[in-house]
């Protein structure tokens, strides 16, 4: 067996352990001993997560993803361990795994403040807080998961975020004349007054359920509130030959200068078959003033990493000439 195979081979370790605990787990006679649950807990919550980290440590891989094989230990010592066995799972899951989630929210936060410390020595303007924030998780998470991830730390980011953006030359705004703030707004008062009635109303049913929708409203609340307050924070940038279509933390597209076929500038409804895409989230009940005509199809990143392969995009600009003449210039 070469090196670089039994290197690969080596990563199958922590499986084995986990295999061998599956074993004890289904065997109940050995569960009989009174020191096994403590044995059983001690193999998955350290032994596990330690054997992977010193296989990945000096390979590619994040460590990170530590994390992740510590959190699928403890489930599996759920489902293998009876409940009466289960307690310094619980312990774990009490007083280390907060600590641990608030280290990684902690080791993502310092790394966004590295790059942004970064770019603005290289004198970057294009970049902000959410694309900092993309970059760090990028380097720590797997690319499915890095928007979704960025995008529950920037919410509550944009959402309690009370320092004024500054003016960027070369920045378009799109919210002060678009009326979309207000909608937004709106949408937000909507959500907590229904969640007031909604819970008095579950409360005489179930206290539990009530609060459990009471939470899951003021949280998409916040979301709302976060999309608002970020659409000021992220501008559409010009940026030597490329635009940066932002439309807060909902959506984003970069384009090349030289692949704007046209700029038409029309509030007209936009054709049912889909051909137009609109930047914004709320599709029609969002306005919008200007439409970009593309030679090549252009890729549009949604929320969640959602992406939207389109050759023309709606959108709305404050000052829409101005545009249209630092395009063609």
């Known amino acids: 067996m070469s090196a670089t195979q039994l290197r690969k081979a080596s990563l199958l370790l922590p499986f084995f352990l986990l295999s061998g605990v599956l074993l004890i787990g289904v065997q109940s006679t050995w569960m009989n001993n009174p020191r096994m649950d403590l044995a059983i ?3 998955l919550l350290v032994l596990v ?3 992977w980290f010193l296989l990945i440590r000096k390979r590619e891989i994040p460590n990170i993803t530590v994390v992740p094989i510590t959190v699928l230990s403890l489930i599996l010592g759920f489902v293998l361990l009876r409940p009466e066995d289960q307690t310094y799972l619980h312990y774990f899951e009490s007083f280390v795994l907060p600590f641990v989630e608030l280290g990684v929210v902690g080791f993502i936060l310092w790394k966004v403040v590295q790059i942004r410390k970064a770019l603005k020595a290289n004198a970057d303007t294009t ?3 959410f694309d900092s924030l993309l970059m760090a998780v990028s380097d720590i998470l ?3 998961v890095v928007r979704p991830f960025a995008l529950e730390i920037a919410v509550f980011y944009y959402a309690f975020r009370f320092k004024k953006a500054k003016p960027i030359e070369g920045s378009f705004t799109y919210h002060r004349e678009s009326g979309v703030t207000a909608l937004y707004g ?3 008062f909507i959500i907590l007054v229904e969640t007031a ?3 008095i ?3 005489r049913w179930s206290p539990l359920t009530a609060w459990i929708l009471t939470g899951i409203s003021l949280y998409t609340a916040i979301q709302f509130l ?4 970020s659409l000021s924070a992220r501008p559409i940038r010009l940026h030597n030959n490329s635009v940066k279509l932002n439309y807060g933390i909902v959506a984003s597209a970069e384009v090349d200068i030289q692949n704007i076929e046209r700029i038409e500038t029309t509030s007209s409804d936009l054709p049912e078959d889909g051909s137009v895409v609109k930047l914004g989230l709320l599709g029609a009940l969002e306005s919008h003033n200007v439409i970009l005509h593309f030679a090549e199809p252009v890729e549009m990143i949604r929320l969640y990493g959602t992406r939207v392969s389109t050759t023309a995009i709606a959108l709305y600009l404050d000052k829409p000439d101005e545009f249209k003449a630092a395009i063609s210039s």
């Open 41 to 43: 807990s001690i193999d």
């Open 49 to 51: 997560p330690l054997s």
């Open 127 to 129: 970049s902000d807080f």
């Open 142 to 144: 797997p690319r499915p």
């Open 186 to 188: 709106a949408l937000v």
């Open 197 to 199: 009635v909604l819970h």
């Open 201 to 203: 109303l579950l409360e």
């Open 226 to 229: 976060a999309y608002a307050r």
